[in-house]
């Protein structure tokens, strides 16, 4: 990009925003270049997404609407709308280059005044970075852990000049900048894919940092109140936590009003003739989804308003069904339970499964002992679905995660009235039929100790229903499952919420956005060189 057009570029943002901090201003210079802007006239085509790794909600708003109305970024007055950074006292008149800059930094001990809105204006030290490291940033290329390492000790050195206790909001703000301007090196992703907002498992390496530095001076009777940064679920009051966990995840998790083409009348009609279809067995599958997708107004109201899942079953049978349980996940989520879940695993199973087979299994014995289980019960079973299997399987392992709280075993022939429901999880669960998921050619789903699908006949079939209960039946994920169901959510179904949680919260227990557990896992793929 010319300077000149990054000089323009610099004035269309300063003209809606003209006291925002340099160092943000260069991040939103960078953002832009990475996504292919070169221009003024690209600027059109910039969306509030694109801008959110660097900016605020309201000012990536302000932006997009400006831009969007004239092509030239004519600037809104800010006598109408004044801007929602803080202002500093001596905003600077240029914008120096990330290389060219030096962070603002107060004496060693960090003793000395700051200015409360310190990050804004904080220089990320690029300059000081390894030139090893500096080459694989510039030619977007993922740095060595050890590298990466490096860079985090650098920049957390920085960060503890200007302020001796940064928080966690303060880090992530830091590693979100980071992230915009080498998004290639550093973002988190697995073949390709960006997890979650991409930034994550840098704050986290950050905040881990700065709290090792500050550990020494910590005191050790006094415990620190954690400081507030708004990401946790414990910011929510009680009685919201359960609705926000409900939520979690959802784009479309209560619908205010019927649609204009339905009444009562026509979705209880609606509704009759689905329980219909279910018990003839003799039906249209696109027929019976479009009835799904009409009808997902009332079915909302019932499972919100706390409806059994014994007297959901009887009401809205094709709720538990393959192809009506994908309807009614995807107007949910918007999400397509089997054809996302596919996709992912095509493009990121094999490369997961060399991972935790030559790497994790030398290190976990948990794993190591897992597969050499699966060589003997594998067998003859190849392909998609045994991989899936094992995939499954390892995670669990890897995660210390218990293999009961998934799955229950009953005999090759057991029938759904014979099932021992009071053995079971309330939590969702497959029921195998037979003794190894590799063997076996039948599988059920129970939910609340209820048997509510008792011929699923592909493993494949009855994992995404056991994953798309939780979201379609307000259930969070049990704390002995929280990680490789996170994992999953995150890395194969493609939900990526930056607040909340799904996990069933425990009082007085931190609830943090990203299990750390994921978090390192993800990162450890995406630094994983393999053939």
Same mark, same amino acid.
């Given at each position: 990009?010319?300077?000149?057009?990054?000089?323009?570029?610099?004035?269309?943002?300063?003209?809606?925003?003209? #006291?925002?901090?340099?160092?943000?201003?260069?991040?939103?210079?960078?953002?832009?270049?990475?996504?292919?802007?070169?221009?003024?006239?690209?600027?059109?085509?910039?969306?509030?997404?694109?801008?959110?790794?660097?900016?605020?909600?309201?000012?990536?708003?302000?932006?997009?609407?400006?831009?969007?109305?004239?092509?030239?970024?004519?600037?809104?007055?800010?006598?109408?709308?004044?801007?929602?950074?803080?202002?500093?006292?001596?905003?600077?008149?240029?914008?120096?280059?990330?290389?060219?800059?030096?962070?603002?930094?107060?004496?060693?001990?960090?003793?000395?005044?700051? @200015?409360?809105?310190?990050?804004?204006?904080?220089?990320?030290?690029?300059?000081?970075?390894?030139?090893?490291?500096?080459?694989?940033?510039?030619?977007?290329?993922?740095?060595?852990?050890?590298?990466?390492?490096? &860079?985090?000790?650098?920049?957390?050195?920085?960060?503890?000049?200007?302020?001796?206790?940064?928080?966690?909001?303060?880090?992530?703000?830091?590693?979100?900048?980071?992230?915009?301007?080498?998004?290639?090196?550093?973002?988190?992703?697995?073949?390709?894919?960006?997890?979650?907002?991409?930034? @994550?498992?840098?704050?986290?390496?950050?905040?881990?940092?700065?709290?090792?530095?500050?550990?020494?001076?910590?005191?050790?009777?006094?415990?620190?109140?954690?400081?507030?940064? *708004?990401?946790?679920?414990?910011?929510?009051?009680?009685?919201?936590?359960?609705?926000? /966990?409900?939520?979690? *995840?959802?784009?479309?998790?209560?619908?205010?009003?019927?649609?204009?083409?339905?009444?009562?009348?026509?979705?209880?009609?609606?509704?009759?003739?689905?329980?219909?279809?279910?018990?003839?067995?003799?039906?249209?599958?696109?027929?019976?989804?479009?009835?799904?997708?009409?009808?997902?107004?009332?079915?909302?109201?019932?499972?919100?308003?706390?409806?059994?899942?014994?007297?959901?079953?009887?009401?809205?049978?094709?709720?538990?069904?393959?192809?009506? &349980?994908?309807?009614?996940?995807?107007?949910?989520?918007?999400?397509?339970?089997?054809?996302?879940?596919?996709?992912?695993?095509?493009?990121?199973?094999?490369?997961?499964?060399?991972?935790?087979?030559?790497?994790?299994?030398?290190?976990?014995? /948990?794993?190591?002992?897992?597969?050499?289980?699966?060589?003997?019960?594998?067998?003859?079973?190849?392909?998609?679905?045994?991989?899936?299997?094992?995939?499954?399987?390892?995670?669990?392992?890897?995660?210390?995660?218990?293999?009961?709280?998934?799955?229950?075993?009953?005999?090759?022939?057991?029938?759904? /009235?014979?099932?021992?429901?009071?053995?079971?999880?309330?939590?969702?669960?497959?029921?195998?039929?037979?003794?190894?998921?590799?063997?076996?050619?039948?599988? &059920?789903?129970?939910?609340?100790?209820?048997?509510?699908? #008792?011929?699923?006949?592909?493993?494949?079939?009855?994992?995404?229903?056991?994953?798309?209960?939780?979201?379609?039946?307000?259930? @969070?994920?049990?704390?002995?499952?929280?990680?490789?169901?996170?994992?999953?959510?995150?890395?194969?179904?493609?939900?990526?919420?930056?607040?909340?949680?799904?996990?069933?919260?425990?009082?007085?227990?931190?609830?943090?956005?990203?299990?750390?557990?994921?978090?390192?896992?993800?990162? #450890?793929?995406?630094?994983?060189?393999?053939?």
């Amino acid at each position: 990009m010319a300077e000149s057009e990054i000089q323009r570029i610099n004035s269309a943002i300063t003209a809606v925003f003209p #006291d925002l901090p340099v160092a943000v201003l260069n991040s939103v210079v960078d953002t832009l270049k990475a996504l292919g802007a070169e221009t003024t006239d690209d600027l059109q085509y910039i969306t509030e997404g694109d801008l959110l790794p660097v900016l605020k909600p309201v000012q990536a708003r302000r932006l997009v609407v400006s831009w969007a109305q004239n092509n030239s970024a004519a600037p809104i007055p800010t006598s109408v709308c004044p801007s929602p950074v803080s202002i500093c006292s001596n905003p600077p008149a240029s914008s120096p280059s990330p290389a060219s800059t030096t962070s603002t930094s107060s004496s060693p001990g960090g003793s000395s005044t700051f @200015h409360p809105d310190w990050v804004d204006n904080f220089q990320i030290p690029w300059q000081k970075l390894p030139e090893e490291l500096l080459q694989s940033l510039e030619r977007q290329k993922r740095p060595s852990p050890r590298l990466r390492r490096e &860079m985090i000790r650098i920049v957390a050195s920085e960060i503890m000049k200007v302020c001796s206790n940064p928080t966690k909001r303060n880090t992530t703000e830091i590693g979100k900048r980071m992230v915009a301007k080498y998004p290639k090196s550093l973002q988190d992703v697995i073949e390709g894919d960006v997890v979650g907002p991409g930034y @994550h498992s840098l704050a986290k390496q950050l905040q881990a940092r700065v709290d090792n530095v500050k550990r020494p001076n910590t005191p050790k009777i006094k415990k620190r109140k954690p400081a507030s940064d *708004g990401y946790d679920t414990e910011e929510v009051p009680a009685k919201q936590k359960a609705s926000v /966990q409900d939520t979690y *995840g959802c784009v479309n998790w209560e619908l205010k009003y019927l649609p204009l083409s339905e009444t009562g009348d026509s979705q209880q009609e609606k509704k009759e003739k689905l329980k219909m279809m279910f018990q003839e067995m003799n039906y249209n599958t696109d027929d019976m989804k479009k009835l799904v997708q009409s009808t997902f107004y009332t079915q909302r109201k019932d499972i919100n308003k706390g409806t059994s899942i014994r007297q959901l079953t009887q009401e809205w049978p094709f709720l538990f069904n393959e192809a009506g &349980m994908a309807a009614h996940f995807q107007e949910l989520t918007g999400v397509s339970l089997m054809e996302c879940f596919l996709a992912n695993v095509d493009k990121k199973c094999r490369r997961l499964l060399s991972f935790l087979k030559s790497v994790d299994a030398p290190k976990h014995k /948990q794993v190591q002992d897992a597969f050499i289980k699966f060589q003997t019960e594998r067998g003859q079973l190849d392909g998609c679905s045994g991989d899936i299997i094992q995939m499954v399987l390892l995670l669990l392992a890897h995660f210390g995660e218990k293999e009961e709280n998934l799955f229950h075993y009953v005999d090759t022939t057991c029938l759904a /009235q014979e099932v021992l429901t009071e053995k079971l999880p309330a939590i969702p669960c497959i029921i195998v039929c037979g003794s190894s998921c590799f063997t076996a050619g039948t599988f &059920m789903l129970s939910i609340d100790q209820e048997v509510v699908n #008792d011929h699923i006949t592909s493993f494949i079939h009855a994992f995404c229903l056991l994953f798309g209960s939780y979201y379609c039946f307000n259930i @969070h994920y049990p704390v002995e499952l929280r990680s490789t169901l996170e994992f999953f959510q995150r890395c194969f179904f493609s939900i990526n919420p930056e607040r909340g949680t799904k996990v069933q919260w425990k009082k007085n227990k931190k609830v943090l956005p990203v299990n750390p557990r994921v978090l390192t896992l993800i990162a #450890d793929l995406a630094d994983y060189e393999w053939t």
